[in-house]
């Protein structure tokens, strides 16, 4: 089955960058659609941003022209670009697999860790 690493986290000034990797075992990920969920300590987890198998994206509101993301094929990773950090950007974020498309629901198969990013102003 499906297993997922996050890396690339850390702390960074408003208006910053950083990029979150999420490596999957396998290759079985690349006909499952994937997720980036981000969870702050009073919230329950909220979708960022998803990729199905073809490539197309659908990204959260609050996000929509900072971050994006993408797949590697060859690499079987997983990417979530983010520029433009904001300090209500701060939380945990998590990389998801799930094996039919559902957005951004938080109805995932399969789920990494986390990673923890901290955005200062």
């Known amino acids: 089955q499906m297993q997922l690493a996050e890396s690339g986290g850390g702390s960074v000034q408003a208006g910053g960058s950083l990029r979150l990797s999420c490596v999957a075992s396998g290759d079985s990920w690349r006909s499952h659609t994937m997720g980036w969920f981000r969870q702050t300590a009073d919230k329950k987890r909220e979708g960022v941003a998803s990729i199905d198998s073809d490539g197309r994206t659908l990204y959260a509101q609050p996000v929509k022209g900072r971050f994006t993301i993408a797949r590697d094929t060859a690499s079987n990773t997983l990417y979530l670009q983010m520029n433009s950090l904001k300090p209500e950007d701060t939380a945990m974020y998590y990389c998801?697999?799930?094996?039919?498309?559902?957005?951004?629901?938080?109805?995932?198969?399969?789920w990494g860790q986390g990673v923890q990013v901290t955005v200062s102003s």
């Open positions: 998801a697999a799930n094996d039919i498309w559902i957005g951004l629901l938080p109805d995932y198969d399969y």
